[in-house]
């Protein structure tokens, strides 16, 4: 499992749907995930620092979660099959040290996970898919192999755009939220 964090969250006119950027840390490696309308508001709030007035779906998950007396430990998307993702949230149980592993959506899970700071993995088996597929970008690597300096947030986001924009959501199938 390679930890990955969101560093992106984008509208893609193409497909009418949101994106969601995961990059590896420590590589360069970007996965984008199609993600619903809700999970979209959700990361985009969390990432922006901000709360609604009210709790959402995602702040409730978080408070269940406490009051049984567990924490989330990390959000492992694991699985890529028939062009549909599949994630695991897991808890340790305070008093026990139980482990419980939770099936989720991965847009769910990413919300949960910026919820709780608890850290994202995805198998090193999706990145290669993804690959193949050439629907993940490789930035990092490629930008130091050439001999480029750091590039700043803005340059790296409009990078991550123009990616999106030359990427054809069919060449990796439609993926479900």
Not at 48 to 53: H, S
Not at 55 to 74: C, E, F, Q, Y
Not at 105 to 125: G, H, Q, V
């Amino acid at each position: 499992m390679i930890e990955v964090k969101v560093t992106g969250l984008q509208y893609d006119e193409k497909a009418k749907s949101h994106v969601v950027f995961l990059s590896e840390v420590g590589g360069g490696r970007v996965l984008p995930i199609w993600i619903g309308p809700a999970e979209a508001s959700a990361i985009g709030m969390e990432l922006l620092g901000k709360k609604f007035q009210r709790p959402l779906t995602h702040d409730l998950m978080a408070t269940i979660v406490r009051g049984l007396r567990a924490t989330v430990t990390k959000v492992m998307i694991s699985d890529l099959r028939e062009n549909t993702f599949y994630a695991n949230v897991v808890l340790e149980r305070e008093k026990d040290h139980e482990i419980v592993n939770v099936d989720a959506r991965p847009s769910d899970s990413i919300a949960l996970a910026l919820k709780t700071n608890a850290p994202i993995y995805l198998s090193e088996k999706i990145l290669e898919s993804a690959r193949e597929a050439k629907v993940v970008k490789q930035v990092a690597k490629e930008d130091k192999a050439k001999g480029e300096e750091e590039k700043t947030e803005e340059e790296r986001a409009e990078e991550l755009r123009k990616f999106l924009e030359e990427l054809d959501p069919g060449d990796f199938g439609k993926l479900s939220p």
